[in-house]
């Protein structure tokens, strides 16, 4: 699933949270999809922002490198 696809899903898992209307096992179930899409924004995020300070790292000479995230290798 791509950011804005995870993104795009997210912001109506919210809406439809936020106008109500659903029963409560439908709620609960609805948090916990934003939870798991939330989630993938985040490790996206991360992931960019990793790649920024490489790519700022590689163009400065003698910045030693950023440190990597050991979650990386899963």
């Known amino acids: 699933m791509t950011y804005e696809q995870a993104r795009d899903e997210l912001v109506a898992?919210?809406?439809?949270?936020?106008?109500?209307?659903?029963?409560?096992?439908?709620?609960?179930?609805?948090?916990?999809?934003?939870?798991?899409?939330?989630?993938r924004c985040q490790e996206w995020l991360d992931g960019a922002s990793r790649r920024l300070d490489a790519a700022r790292s590689a163009d400065a000479p003698g910045t030693p490198p950023a440190p990597t995230d050991p979650e990386d290798d899963r």
């Open 13 to 39: 898992v919210v809406a439809r949270l936020e106008t109500g209307g659903e029963t409560l096992e439908g709620s609960l179930a609805l948090w916990e999809r934003g939870e798991v899409l939330a989630a």
